[in-house]
């Protein structure tokens, strides 16, 4: 029997943003662009694959350069960062969509590593780098936009590398995953379990 009952929900404001009221849980990403001789890191926590091809996307902004930088070099990177690696992270958010002198010194005083044609960078250490070629810029949500790449290149870190005969409960504990959970939180994920999937499920 169906029930039509909002007695324990709260009705919020579509006129204004919604997401600050609850929290979700999302990856946390870094994004590599390269901005004229130098490089732009800029976190990105909503990201997601395309289907289950090679395909990327993430929210970005006209208001900042790594759209633009995007748009001009067609190219961009993505680091899947570790729970250890939250503080680089957050040295990375430092905003930056205004001239100052901080800006190149952050990018070089953070650890990375360059990609296989050396004309952008990754953060080092991360457990999952992709090389994207621009696919498709969508914009028009309001200020926001939805850069789609395509994976060029991918490389999993050994210790983050699935393998069936690991066990993937001990596997992941002892590699735990970094999820940020919105807002302004982040989370250590060390302990997981198997989903019920119905049987004969395909995806």
Known sequence: MEK?????????DVGDT????????????VIGSKENDTYDLSPKHMVTPIGFSNYLGFVCTPRHRTYHNIKKEKKFTVSFVRP??????????IPRCEENHYTKEIVKEIPTISTTENDNIFIEDSYVLFECSLYKIIDGF????????????????????IFSEVDQQKHIYDNPLLAYIAQGRFASIKETFNFPYPKDFQR
């Open 142 to 161: 309001d200020d926001y936009s939805i850069i789609t790449g395509e994976i060029d290149a991918a490389f999993v870190h050994k210790d983050y590398k």
């Open 18 to 29: 919604i997401w600050d009221h609850f929290y979700t849980v999302a990856p946390l990403v």
């Open 84 to 93: 250890s690696q939250v503080l680089l992270t957050s040295l990375a958010a």
């Open 4 to 12: 039509n009952s909002f007695d324990n929900f709260i009705s919020l």
